[in-house]
C-alpha cells in the first residue's frame, strides 16, 4: 500500500517530511517504496545557493571579509594517480555558516603526482597567507608529507577516514548545505566532484562515496576534503586551536607566575 490511511498522515504531515528526510528515507517510510543504498548526495540547487555567496576565492580577493578568521583545511590524495583536492574553510560561530577560502583540484593524466611539489607547497603557501590552525589528513596515503610538515611546525592532525568518522563529516556537510550555511564562490570543477558524490545510508546518517564502477572517470575528492574540512571547522568552534589554551585557577598559587597578558581569554564561563 502507498497511500495514507491515518488521520494525521495530513499533506503538512508529509511535506513537514518532506523537508527533514533525505528523499530516499522519504519514500521508504512514507510511500513504502523500494529504494537504492546509494542516491545523490546533494540536490544541484543547493550547491548552486552556496557557490552564489561568495564572489571569489581569498587568493584572489585580498580583501575577503573572513581571510582572518582560524582556517581549517581538510585533504584527501591518493598514493599514486588518482585526483588529490584541498579545501581551507572558516567557521563564524556568530552566524553560524561556513565559508570556503581556498581549494586545489590536481588531475594527474596518467602520471604519478609528486606530492611535496604540489599538495606540500600548496600547504605551505597557504599557512604563510592565512592563520591556518589545523590540516586534516588521511595518514595511509600522506603519512611521510605530513610528518615531514609537523617537524617543521605546521598544524597537520590525522583524521582517518573511517565509516564513522566520514558519516560524521558527510552528514556534516549535507546538513551545512541543506540549511544554507556553507558559503563559496564558482568552480565549474569542485561543482563536478559535489555533482558526481552519492550517498550511502549508514547506521548513523550519510556517507559520501564514489559512483559504483566509475572510479577514474568521476572524481569526488573535492568533496571529501570539503566535508573533512568543514567537520573539523564546526568541531573547533571558530577557535584558534593550534594554541594552548590556559585557563585561571581559583588558586592563586597554581597561576599567579603566569603573566595574564599572555593567557587566552575564554569568552564564556565553564559549566561542567
Known amino acids: 500500500n502507498h497511500e495514507p490511511n491515518m488521520p494525521w498522515q495530513t499533506p503538512e504531515y508529509y511535506e513537514e517530511q518532506r523537508d527533514s528526510l533525505r528523499p530516499a528515507a522519504y519514500l521508504r517510510l512514507h510511500e513504502n517504496r523500494w529504494v537504492t543504498t546509494h542516491e545523490e548526495f546533494v540536490p544541484p540547487e543547493w550547491w548552486t545557493y552556496a557557490e552564489s555567496q561568495m ?27 588518482d585526483t588529490t583536492a584541498v579545501s581551507g574553510v572558516v567557521y563564524d560561530p556568530s552566524k553560524g555558516v561556513v565559508v570556503e577560502l581556498f581549494h586545489r583540484i590536481w588531475t594527474p593524466d596518467n602520471i604519478q603526482l609528486d606530492l611535496d611539489e604540489t ?12 592563520l591556518v590552525v589545523k590540516i586534516g589528513y588521511d595518514p595511509a596515503h600522506l603519512y611521510q ?30 546538513d551545512l548545505l541543506k540549511f544554507k550555511r556553507f558559503f563559496t564562490y564558482k568552480d565549474e570543477e569542485a561543482r563536478t566532484h559535489i555533482q558526481n558524490a552519492v550517498a550511502q545510508s549508514e547506521a548513523n546518517g550519510i556517507r559520501i562515496v564514489k559512483q559504483a564502477g566509475t572510479f577514474k572517470r568521476k572524481p569526488i575528492d573535492y568533496a571529501i576534503a570539503l566535508a573533512i574540512a568543514c567537520y573539523i571547522a564546526v568541531q573547533g568552534g571558530g577557535i584558534d586551536v593550534s594554541q594552548p589554551l590556559t585557563v585561571m585557577a581559583p588558586f592563586s598559587d597554581l597561576t599567579a607566575w603566569k603573566n595574564p597578558a599572555d593567557l587566552i581569554q575564554v569568552p564564556w564561563q565553564f559549566r561542567d
Open 55 to 81: 564572489p571569489s576565492s581569498a587568493e584572489l580577493w585580498h580583501d575577503h571579509p573572513y581571510s582572518k578568521l582560524p582556517v581549517y583545511i581538510g585533504v584527501d590524495a591518493a598514493a599514486k594517480r
Open 119 to 130: 599538495l606540500g607547497a600548496f600547504l605551505i603557501q597557504m599557512c604563510k597567507r592565512f
Open 145 to 174: 608529507l605530513m610528518l615531514n610538515l609537523s617537524k617543521s611546525g605546521y598544524p597537520v592532525d590525522a583524521f582517518n577516514q573511517t565509516l564513522t568518522n566520514m558519516t560524521k563529516a558527510s552528514q556534516n556537510l549535507y
